[in-house]
């Protein structure tokens, strides 16, 4: 028998929770139509309140919450000018000039995919072919970074819960002595992580878009309540505010922190300005787009999403600061606010609400990018070989989970092995700067009548290969590299803006030294608006 201790509580509370996305999963799928569009995008009919919640859920996931605070451990306070300031302002914009428009062409020719958008209107095949592998390999990165957050935080906060079960040897301390590990008796990283992919897995089976979506509010909800308690109660511990800001300020770790320059460079921090701009080629986005009901259900989501960026970043960023005078140098980042909260919010039942909400963020994203990926398998690669005849929507739907079990499976091996190598942040931010250097074909899809496939294939070659050679020398060639380590920086500036230079440059020139776009190709996507 296990004694019920604090650790415990919190084991429970967090199972409770997954339970009851279990059952939110089991719920929706009663209002289930039976359709393909219903299972892919929930019949386009979600309002207002919901699209908002379902988009920022799904953009915000380990990243925003784990990989913020990790950042803010190693960068300093810098962080939150680097991410949360350039997409409060660029993420609402493509949400205006990209998302309104793909959801409006997507309900009159009834798009599922983006694939399906790009192929049609550069009449290419071979463009929905070949944007489909690297989608794919683009999105496994960013579930990568759900999956080690997710792994990691468990671990972290459910420490001292099963010492007998999942004891773990001591580590040398700086002086070389000996001391406790602080993940002890928490539930090992390969089972927690393992866990969270089932629980998604299950409700994005039984309820698919739709159940992404009602799990997508109820998270969104709990993430921002939960970051707000975090926030407040780690403040608390810490003496208030002031006492916070005053331990960090005499600290030998933290200090370097809190100046604006030093760490991050000014060319580092405006190229950063390119990686937001990934939310214009986000699969599982686009696919969420089309759920609107109408063009005006956007007006909330443009308004609202930068205050929910601010209210869900600044917490985050503050805490990873305070992590510094608390925890001192050696921490992983990955871990690093599993264990402020583990260390300093005493109550269990509120520590066992923190870490679900800090679950509630990872897994918002987590079922969207599965829905996303099994819904391009199906309609980009089997349907469209063997015919739209060929298979009945529920043999559509069963295509799609079994794709869906396949990437699950892969991401969460590779995950196994990166979890100690790879910082969330980082991982983060190089699965947005390949979207990122997607999204001048999406600009030239929509605004660019002259935009040829030949360029559109160039672009997407120019970017796949740029980002693949920076890629590997960042991440899996440098594996000596420290968790939280300094990034790849060329010529002091993002990687994003050589790959996305690259992808925009190629496409232009190709597509200006190609032949245009047939007129009746042009008048089907730019239609002549109504003369007065």
């Known amino acids: 028998m296990f004694a019920l201790t604090e650790s415990l509580q919190v084991v429970l509370i967090i199972a409770g929770y997954l339970g009851l996305l279990v059952v939110l999963g089991l719920v929706s799928n009663r209002f289930f139509k039976g359709t393909s569009a219903d299972y892919f995008v929930v019949s386009r009919s979600v309002g207002p309140f919901l699209l908002l919640m379902s988009i920022f859920g799904t953009t915000m996931t380990g990243f925003a919450m784990v990989g913020s605070t990790g950042k803010a451990y190693t960068s300093g306070v810098g962080v939150y000018g680097l991410m949360a300031s350039w997409s409060g302002l660029i993420h609402s914009a493509v949400f205006f000039l990209v998302g309104i428009r793909l959801w409006a062409v997507g309900k009159r020719y009834g798009y599922l995919t983006q694939c399906e958008f790009f192929r049609e209107r550069f009449q290419s095949p071979a463009l929905g072919y070949w944007l489909f592998p690297v989608l794919v390999l683009l999105v496994i990165p960013y579930l990568l970074v759900g999956v080690i ?216 994203s987590l079922d969207s990018q599965f829905m996303c990926l099994g819904t391009m398998f199906t309609n980009d690669v089997v349907v469209r070989l063997a015919g739209p005849e060929r298979f009945s929507d529920r043999q559509k739907i069963h295509l799609a989970r079994g794709f869906v079990l396949g990437i699950v499976g892969v991401t969460y091996l590779l995950s196994l092995g990166l979890k100690d190598t790879a910082h969330v942040f980082d991982l983060g931010v190089w699965c947005f700067s390949g979207f990122a250097a997607l999204s001048p074909l999406v600009f030239a899809a929509l605004y660019w009548r002259r935009a040829t496939a030949a360029g559109a294939l160039a672009g997407l070659a120019a970017a796949a290969v740029t980002w693949g050679v920076l890629f ?61």
Not at 242 to 255: H, P
Not at 504 to 523: E, G, Q, W
Request: with cysteine.
């Open 149 to 364: 957050s997710a792994g990691k935080f468990v671990q972290s906060a459910t420490a001292g819960a099963f010492p007998q079960w999942f004891a773990l040897p001591p580590i040398p301390g700086p002086d070389g002595a000996l001391r406790p590990n602080p993940l002890s008796g928490g539930v090992p990283y390969w089972l927690g992580a393992g866990l969270i992919c089932l629980i998604v897995l299950c409700y994005v089976f039984f309820g698919g878009l739709r159940g992404a979506v009602w799990a997508n509010t109820f998270q969104t909800l709990v993430f921002l309540g939960a970051g707000g308690v975090a926030f407040w109660l780690v403040a608390e511990r810490m003496g208030g505010l002031t006492e916070a800001g005053r331990r960090v300020a005499e600290s030998a770790y933290g200090a370097p922190r809190l100046a604006r320059e030093g760490l991050i460079g000014h060319g580092q921090f405006f190229s950063y300005f390119l990686v937001p701009l990934s939310v214009g080629m986000f699969p599982h986005l686009f696919q969420h787009w089309l759920t609107a009901r109408s063009a005006r259900s956007f007006r909330l989501t443009v308004v609202a999403h930068p205050i929910f960026i601010m209210l869900l970043w600044v917490p985050c960023i503050l805490i990873g600061l305070w992590a510094t005078a608390q925890l001192g140098p050696g921490t992983n980042p990955n871990a690093v606010l599993g264990r402020m909260v583990n260390q300093l919010v005493h109550s269990p039942v509120l520590t066992g609400l923190v870490a679900a909400g800090v679950l509630a963020a990872i897994m918002s």
């Open 472 to 532: 590997y020398r960042d991440i899996l060639a440098g594996t000596n590299k420290p968790p939280g380590g300094d990034e790849l920086l060329v010529f002091g500036l993002m990687p994003v803006v050589f790959i996305f230079g690259a992808a925009a440059l190629t496409l232009v020139v190709v597509s200006l030294l190609t032949r245009p776009p047939a007129p009746a190709v042009v008048a089907r996507f730019f239609p002549e608006p109504p003369q007065r």
